[in-house]
């Protein structure tokens, strides 16, 4: 039964929506029409390489230009790198990564002079730097975690530096330039004005971006000293004089135009609030709430900014001012709420903030703004950010029962039911539960779940309602009330508007139904089958439809519909390998269980097909993986291997050529020691030999044969069989008298001249092999394996001729003992009787030899060829014996036949007749003929009766 693992929903809303607010960057570079324009571009080969995402090829390429190069054309390769870099670390992930391209970056800088780097250096810092402020952003909004703000700290504690270091350098080229200016004229005179431009351009970008560095290293950590440096920093930008913190009497009102002097002006009034001084941070927003043509993304963050001051300095009525100030400037007939990032802000400040010490009037306003933020969150339908401020400060907060109450309350409870399992389940936390008290916590959340779904005031929130009902069915779940949760899962499929959670939500309902039927509710074997054909007709193409077929072929259908099925499967599927795996070993059984001849033929050719096609993608994947990876793919391909060599060797016309490219691939593989086949060498060797047979190589047959005497094995024991069937096919073609050859002797091959010498080869390789066979027989009972009396009555034969031939005492002894063990066990056949009655009479057991070809006479129907052998056999041994005997069986076959019987058996006959004589005369009556070898005139005769008496 299939054993689905459900994937867990972190949570039921989109990372975005929870994160948005923390996705602004806000200090972005201060425009300034002297920057630099001028880039190297990407050459085409290094833009193919960026277009294809090679970015570590690229990188490694530029190293090795800068290495190749000098001049301009090392600077070119440098600057390349850089952006690079830059690109790099904003998509780096990790922590680890991040430490890995700072070093390149700064041994880029390292080889590169100060004269050609100072926007190379400042782009890998800033590139540095927007990953802390990331961090920065989300921990304001306590959303980022405590890895992202330690790596906020790390990252701001070795950009300040570096922003500060680019800052002297660049002040110091100031002056030298302004300098040099004053003494020079014409070209040079300009020339050395663009550098001191070019300078200034830098220094300030370095302090703008020195100061934001060490304001939010002052947040994060509480840094007053921090803070102070930060507001120097700003106060380049502001007027300030070198080392000086700037003041808003001394502020130039007409610099606010610029974007980037109001943020600086934002960053300074930021910092002020770190060290605590929320009076001086406000007069600098004051500043620019004063301005008319301030830009609108300056104004815009107004808000926030007040918040965040007036909550550290614990002033919440100021912000219930602003807050209604900025409400009151909807148009009429509308509600202006609070955008998302300030109700998350607000919120946060407001419910993890302290009474203690708070006026009542402030109290009042800390509750009621966290009830606004908390309500604005709701109206935009962000429940996400509504379920975490839940789960961080408690439902208290959310005032009324509603819906949202009831569906945080039910999440908070679903995710203390998690947490439980995974503390008493540990790894187990994707199957249901099975201790009471996580099973208890699991329906608590339902009922909230439950409740949520239910409430009038739903309809408001239709798309969360859905989202309810889907977290619903997951605590019926792990409860393990299935049928339940599947009568969730499917209202959920049918209500949510996402298409990937829609298809989530049905697949969980085909799951929970199996669980219910695998814990023996017969009753949900119907819905199941009805949910799984309905997930199949709406998402025939994915991996869930791929997991049902699958399931669906191996659960006892018919083995056609089950092919069907399995190859029903979409090739762009990610379980089509696993699809075909199962398809192959299904033509493999279904061969094995075919009947011999056309059948079987067809079967074959049907598994070969399919087989060699998938061939190739496993044989790839073993190649692609590691040797601890690859470890299940190479054990697929090797018993694909052997499979095909079996299929193949087994056809009616073996398929010599397959066979052997399967077992050379084996063979490869295995010389690369990327498989091992050390176990299997009985059975390579096996298929070889099968291969030589099949080619009529009698010599390489052999030559397998020997190397597989040393192996006890069922392939050792298949090679002797296989090689006894060549000698035995082989013999029988040499026993034939010499004529023309038979059609037999065509498929055969060779074409084995019947002389005495070539018999006696054939009885020798055929004993070989029948000699192996009967010493693996039982001892007691030798007959006990199919086929074992055919094997020892062929060696009697071999043996036989042998002894014709050459008089070889020890073969003839040998068919003596093998055809007594088949007599006693009745497994003889007539030519067994016919064998052992000529050679026990070779040793003067005529007894015993009479007694054999008396049981080969009852077996042979009277009046054929072989009766009247037999008779012959039987009158002539019984004349040695008994010949009072002999002659009244004697009168007996004459009275049937007069004549003796067809030729050359008359002859015969008449010639025992003549050495019995006659019959003694009985006493008292006439004289018996005088002529002892006279006979009788004969009489015309009718065919034997076959109940005459012998």
């Known amino acids: 039964m299939m054993r689905t693992r459900l994937m867990m929903l972190a949570?039921?809303?989109?990372?975005g929506a929870v994160h948005s607010a923390a996705a602004r960057q806000p200090n972005q570079d201060p425009p300034d029409p002297t920057a630099a324009t001028g880039e190297a571009p990407l050459t085409s080969h290094e833009q193919f390489l960026m277009d294809h995402g090679l970015e570590s090829v690229l990188a490694a390429h530029l190293r090795q230009s800068m290495s190749d190069?000098?001049?301009?054309?090392?600077?070119?390769?440098?600057?390349r790198l850089g952006r690079l870099y830059v690109r790099l670390l904003a998509k780096a992930k990790t922590s680890r990564e991040r430490l890995a391209l700072e070093d390149a970056a700064r041994e880029l800088i390292r080889t590169v002079p100060d004269a050609e780097a100072w926007d190379l250096k400042l782009d890998l810092a800033k590139a540095t730097y927007l990953k802390a402020e990331e961090f920065s952003e989300k921990y304001r909004l306590r959303?980022?975690?405590?890895?992202?703000?330690?790596?906020?700290?790390?990252?701001?504690?070795?950009a300040g530096p570096a922003f500060e270091q680019i800052a002297m350098r660049a002040s110091a080229r100031v002056e030298t330039?302004?300098?040099?200016?004053?003494?020079?004229?014409?070209?040079d005179a300009e020339r050395n004005r663009r550098e001191a431009e070019e300078s200034r351009r830098i220094r300030s970008l370095a302090r703008y971006y020195a100061g934001w560095t060490r304001y939010y290293l002052g947040l994060l950590t509480g840094n007053s000293s921090a803070a102070n440096e930060a507001i120097v920093d700003f106060g380049h930008l502001l007027g300030a004089s070198a080392g000086k913190a700037p003041t808003v009497e001394r502020m130039q009102k007409s610099m606010l135009k610029y974007e980037h002097v109001c943020r600086a002006v934002i960053g300074c009034a930021m910092a002020n609030s770190v060290k605590?001084?929320?009076?001086?941070?406000?007069?600098?927003?004051?500043?620019?709430?004063?301005?008319?043509?301030?830009?609108?993304?300056?104004?815009?963050?107004?808000?926030?900014?007040?918040?965040?001051v007036f909550a550290a300095a614990r002033r919440w009525p100021d912000i219930e001012v602003y807050v209604y100030q900025y409400q009151r400037t909807a148009p009429p007939g509308t509600v202006k709420r609070l955008t998302v990032p300030q109700a998350r802000l607000l919120a946060v400040l407001a419910l993890e903030a302290s009474e203690e010490g708070l006026s009542e009037r402030s109290r009042e306003a800390r509750k009621a703004l966290s009830q606004l933020a908390i309500a604005d969150l709701i109206a935009v339908g962000e429940i996400g950010h509504v379920v975490d401020l839940t789960t961080r400060f408690g439902v208290e907060p959310l005032g009324d029962d509603g819906f949202v109450t009831r569906y945080a309350r039910g999440l908070v409870a679903f995710d203390r039911a998690r947490k439980h399992h995974a503390e008493v389940a540990p790894g187990k936390t994707e199957e249901p539960a099975t201790d009471v008290q996580s099973i208890e916590l699991y329906r608590r959340a339902a009922a909230n779940l439950q409740d949520a779904a239910v409430l009038t005031d739903q309809s408001k929130f239709a798309p969360d309602v859905a989202q309810a009902r889907m977290k619903l069915g997951l605590a019926r779940y792990y409860a393990a009330e299935f049928a339940d949760a599947a009568a969730d899962f499917e209202v959920a499929a049918e209500t949510l508007a996402q298409a990937d959670v829609k298809r989530e939500a049905l697949w969980f309902a085909v799951v929970a139904l199996d669980r219910a039927v695998e814990a023996g509710k017969l009753s949900q074997v119907a819905p199941r089958d009805r949910v799984a054909l309905l997930f199949l007709a709406r998402y025939p193409k994915t991996e869930q439809a791929a997991k049902l077929l699958l399931r669906r072929a191996s659960a006892g259908v018919p083995d056609e519909d089950a092919l069907a099925t399995l190859l029903a499967i979409p090739v762009e599927s990610p379980l089509r390998d696993a699809a075909q795996r199962e398809a192959v070993r299904l033509l493999y059984q279904m061969f094995r269980k075919s009947k011999a001849g056309a059948e079987r033929d067809a079967a074959a050719q049907r598994f070969l097909t399919?087989?060699?096609?998938?061939?190739?993608?496993?044989?790839r994947s073993v190649m692609e993986a590691g040797k601890t990876e690859g470890a299940e793919s190479a054990e697929r391909l090797v018993l694909r291997v052997r499979q095909i060599a079996d299929v193949s060797l087994s056809l009616s016309a073996p398929d010599v050529d397959r066979a052997g490219r399967v077992l050379d691939l084996l063979d490869q593989l295995s010389q690369a020691k990327i498989v091992d086949v050390s176990k299997l060498r009985d059975e390579v060797y096996y298929r070889r030999l099968q291969m030589a047979l099949a080619r009529?190589?009698?010599?390489?047959?052999?030559?397998?044969?020997?190397?597989?005497?040393?192996?006890?094995?069922?392939?050792?024991?298949?090679?002797?069989?296989?090689?006894?069937?060549?000698?035995?096919?082989?013999?029988?073609?040499?026993?034939?008298?010499?004529?023309?050859p038979s059609p037999d002797a065509l498929q055969l091959g060779d074409i084995i001249k019947a002389t005495d010498e070539a018999r006696a080869a054939a009885a020798r390789d055929l004993l070989l092999f029948t000699t192996r066979i009967m010493a693996r027989a039982d001892k007691v009972n030798p007959f006990a394996e199919s086929g074992m009396a055919?094997?020892?009555?062929?060696?009697?034969?071999?043996?036989?001729?042998?002894?014709?031939?050459?008089?070889?005492?020890?073969?003839?002894?040998?068919?003596?003992?093998?055809?007594e063990k088949l007599i006693a066990a009745k497994k003889h056949s007539l030519g067994t009787l016919m064998r052992f009655g000529r050679l026990a009479e070779s040793v003067a057991r005529h007894a015993d030899a009479l007694e054999a070809w008396r049981q080969a006479l009852l077996l042979q129907t009277p009046g054929t060829d072989g009766w009247f052998v037999a008779r012959v056999e039987t009158l002539r041994l019984l004349s040695r014996i008994d010949a009072a005997r002999a002659r009244e069986v004697m009168v007996q076959h004459k009275a049937l036949y007069p004549n003796y019987g067809p030729p050359p058996h008359d002859a015969v006959l008449a010639g025992i007749d003549r050495e019995l004589g006659p019959l003694p005369a009985p006493p008292g009556n006439a004289k018996p003929n005088s002529n002892p070898n006279s006979n009788p005139t004969p009489q015309p005769t009718s065919a034997p009766n076959s109940n005459s008496p012998k």
């Open 11 to 15: 949570t039921l809303f989109a990372a």
């Open 69 to 79: 190069t000098t001049g301009p054309q090392r600077t070119q390769a440098a600057e």
């Open 143 to 158: 959303l980022a975690s405590d890895g992202e703000k330690a790596e906020a700290e790390r990252i701001l504690r070795a």
């Open 177 to 187: 330039a302004e300098r040099k200016q004053q003494n020079t004229r014409g070209e």
């Open 276 to 308: 605590g001084n929320d009076v001086e941070a406000a007069r600098w927003l004051d500043l620019l709430s004063s301005i008319e043509d301030v830009p609108k993304s300056i104004s815009a963050q107004l808000l926030d900014r007040r918040i965040a």
């Open 610 to 619: 399919l087989a060699e096609e998938s061939l190739e993608p496993e044989q």
């Open 696 to 740: 009529q190589d009698w010599a390489a047959a052999l030559a397998m044969h020997d190397s597989l005497r040393s192996f006890e094995s069922p392939f050792s024991i298949a090679a002797d069989r296989s090689m006894y069937r060549w000698a035995k096919a082989k013999f029988a073609e040499a026993m034939k008298p010499v004529t023309a």
């Open 790 to 819: 055919q094997v020892f009555d062929d060696a009697g034969e071999a043996n036989g001729e042998l002894w014709r031939q050459s008089q070889d005492v020890v073969a003839r002894d040998a068919a003596i003992n093998g055809d």
